[in-house]
């Protein structure tokens, strides 16, 4: 009879973690911790977005003031801050939209 020790191996490894087990695994995790981590990420996006919008609305800013009257540059000028505009809006809208699922998950949960 062949033994096939790779698979008996593979099998130890792929379950020994149910057998051994620790505390720290064990150990429940607070849906405060969570929420906390979550809205620090989020606002930390949020904020990011928010410069990279404000710093193409000034860069369309700037293309439109030196765009001397040409059709072609005035359009992009007018395009590049029309789209930072609405980026800016859909990045304060997602802040505040995330900012009310948080709290209603704070009041389900008990937070």
Do not use: D
């Not at 149910?18 to 929420?35: D, E, Y």
Request: charge should be positive; hydrophobic fraction near 50%.
């Amino acid at each position: 009879m062949k033994h096939n020790y790779k698979k008996i191996a593979g099998w130890f490894i792929l379950l020994s973690p149910l057998f051994i087990s620790t505390k720290v695994l064990a150990a429940p995790a607070g849906v405060g911790q969570i929420q906390n981590f979550l809205q620090n990420v989020i606002t930390a996006i949020a904020g990011l977005a928010g410069m990279v919008a404000t710093g193409f609305f000034v860069l369309g800013g700037l293309k439109y003031i030196t765009s001397s009257g040409n059709p072609q540059n005035l359009e992009k000028a007018k395009r590049t801050i029309f789209f930072s505009a609405a980026g800016l809006v859909i990045t304060i809208a997602a802040f505040v939209l995330s900012s009310i699922v948080s709290n209603l998950a704070s009041s389900a949960f008990g937070g």
